[in-house]
Antibody, heavy 122, light 108 residues
Framework: QVQLVQSGAEVKKPGSSLQVSCKAS????????FSWVRQAPGQGLEWMGG????????IYAQKFQGRITITADESSNTVYLQLSGLRSEDTAVYFC???????????????WGGGTTVTVSS | EIVLTQSPDTLSLSPGERGTLSCRAS???????LAWYQQKPGQSPRLLIS???VRATGIPDRFSGSGSGTDFTLTISRLEPEDFAVYYC?????????FGQGTKVEIK
């Protein structure tokens, strides 16, 4: 059974950088895509970007361009989210999610991680 | 970017009633590329439906999806107590992937 295990909660200062990890277990890694989705307190879901490890390149939402990097390490079946220039508005729960078949444009999210709570505060 | 607008924001229903949730897109979305998720407080979202109408593994058949073009619907035929939650639609037809703002289904 596929599981996505995320790193633990973080408290960050404004202007600092964040790295969140997402380790996939229980299934092949490189055949799937992975996205990062965040949810601010009391708000809806916001897609940040995604990566298809087989191809290596990531795609990002325009809103985060310039301060987001998503990478994948096939040796450890882990996907990473880096976000720089943190501000209070980045306080949110960050989810990773698997996309089952990027080769056929199936970018719905069938498995989700448990979420990582990030608080940005001085 | 394709904007998804869900209605209503809140749906107040009793167990056993039928729930109809709407998702309207700002431009055409191929029906192959529309999904629905359920989220309960403190939990991660859960995939209910992909491709407008294909139920995910383990999703009961009281959940059904329909629609085309710019108008999509999630129907819950008879609400069970565990169905009270927030529901999101998502399009993956054009990047960036986008979500609707959510519909909360609450107990009346």
């Amino acid at each position: 059974q596929v599981q996505l295990v995320q790193s633990g909660a973080e408290v960050k200062k404004p202007g600092s950088s964040l790295q969140v990890s997402c380790k996939a277990s229980g299934g092949p890694f490189r055949n799937f895509g992975f996205s990062w989705v965040r949810q601010a307190p009391g708000q809806g879901l916001e897609w940040m970007g995604g990566i298809f490890p087989m191809f290596g390149s990531a795609i990002y939402a325009q809103k985060f361009q310039g301060r987001i990097t998503i990478t994948a390490d096939e040796s450890s079946n882990t996907v990473y989210l880096q976000l720089s220039g943190l501000r209070s508005e980045d306080t949110a729960v960050y989810f990773c999610a698997r996309e089952p078949d990027p080769k056929h444009d199936d970018y719905y999210m069938d498995v989700w991680g448990g979420g990582t709570t990030v608080t940005v505060s001085s | 970017e394709i904007v998804l607008t869900q209605s209503p924001d809140t749906l107040s229903l009793s167990p056993g009633e039928r729930g109809t949730l709407s998702c309207r897109a700002s431009q055409f979305v191929s029906s192959r590329f529309l999904a629905w998720y359920q989220q309960k407080p403190g939990q991660s979202p859960r995939l209910l439906i992909s491709g407008t109408s294909v139920r995910a593994t383990g999703i009961p058949d009281r959940f059904s999806g329909s629609g085309s073009g710019t108008d999509f619907t999630l129907t819950i035929s008879r609400l069970e107590p565990e169905d009270f939650a927030v529901y999101y639609c998502q399009q993956y037809y054009n990047p960036p992937r986008t979500f609707g703002q959510g519909t909360k289904v609450e107990i009346k």
